[in-house]
Nanobody, 126 residues
């Protein structure tokens, strides 16, 4: 069983930056890929990006490419989502999840992920 806890969400003005963290327990967290998804009120869950178990490969949704960056620190059992140039449409609950899938093309599918955190709210004001 893997437990994931997100933190670092909050309120930020448009154009600002925010970093959210995902703390994971157990070897499964460090040995597998981690993805970030978001869900805004009344909308479907949306893939944001993912990072491989090694931290070498990353993959982002077009909507955040160039603005968001994912990194991981295995010593701290943590994955980070750095969000820059935030827009009001980035407002959502951001959740991290663990995947055993090593195929990058499948990282954008929620069904590829086995364990999920509860999420943290990010609100971008205009």
């Amino acid at each position: 069983q893997v437990q994931l806890v997100e933190s670092g969400g909050g309120l930020v003005q448009a154009g600002g930056s925010l970093s959210v963290s995902c703390a994971g327990s157990g070897r499964t967290f460090n040995d597998n890929g981690v993805g970030w998804f978001r869900q805004a009120p009344g909308k479907e869950r949306e893939f944001v990006g993912a990072i491989s178990w090694s931290g070498i490969r990353t993959y982002y949704a077009d909507s955040v490419k160039g603005r968001f960056a994912i990194s991981r620190d295995k010593a701290k059992n943590a994955v980070y989502l750095q969000m820059n140039s935030l827009k009001p449409e980035d407002t959502a609950v951001y959740s991290c999840a663990v995947t055993r899938t090593t195929t990058i093309s499948r990282w954008s599918f929620a069904s590829s992920y086995e364990y999920w955190g509860q999420g943290t709210q990010v609100t971008v004001s205009s």
